[in-house]
């Protein structure tokens, strides 16, 4: 009497082992869902008294500009305030409208270079960050401005509607 045709144990279990790596790579993809789209208004994080804060607007998806008040240090570690601005409680406030509005890309971050900003002539940097969701964001300003620098990370920055 003839054997059935089976398929053999090798092969049975190199197809589960195919199906199971294809089956996971499904639910990743499905997992990370692409780039968060920003809503429309700004992602700010309310700052206790005396503190740092910073922000960014968002329109269309895309970011448009921002500020914030930092404290501006000098070289020697000393409070100072950039040409032009002016120091309040040993912050300065400063805002800046993007050249170029920036989307977020496939890994949900963005980098805006601030070369010249009508608001604020004399600072220049760079403010990155990272949308965690449709409501929450990380903001990293890194500034300077003549002998003046400063930078600050905003964890917790959540969307506000309106900007």
């Given at each position: 009497m003839p054997k059935p045709a089976f398929i053999s144990r090798t092969v049975r279990i190199a197809l589960i082992a195919l199906l199971a790596v294809a089956g996971s790579a499904v639910a990743v993809s499905t997992a990370t869902g692409g780039s968060i789209k920003p809503k429309n208004g700004a992602y700010y994080q309310v700052p206790k008294?005396?503190?740092?804060?910073?922000?960014?607007?968002t329109e269309a998806?895309?970011?448009t500009g921002g500020g914030g008040s930092l404290a501006f240090r000098d070289k020697a570690g000393k409070s100072c305030a950039p040409e032009g601005l002016s120091l309040s409680e040993g912050k300065?406030?400063?805002?800046?409208?993007?050249?170029?509005?920036?989307?977020?890309n496939s890994r949900n971050r963005f980098?805006?270079?601030i070369k010249r900003s009508s608001y604020s002539p004399t600072v220049r940097g760079?403010?990155?960050?990272?949308?965690?969701?449709?409501?929450r964001a990380t903001l990293t300003?890194?500034?300077?401005?003549?002998?003046?620098?400063?930078?600050?990370?905003?964890?917790?920055a959540v969307f506000t509607a309106g900007g």
């Open positions: 008294p005396g503190q740092a804060f910073g922000y960014v607007n998806g895309r970011i300065v406030s400063f805002s800046f409208e993007a050249k170029r509005k920036v989307r977020p980098v805006i270079s760079t403010v990155s960050g990272k949308m965690l969701s449709r409501n300003f890194s500034l300077s401005a003549g002998n003046c620098k400063a930078k600050a990370t905003f964890s917790k």
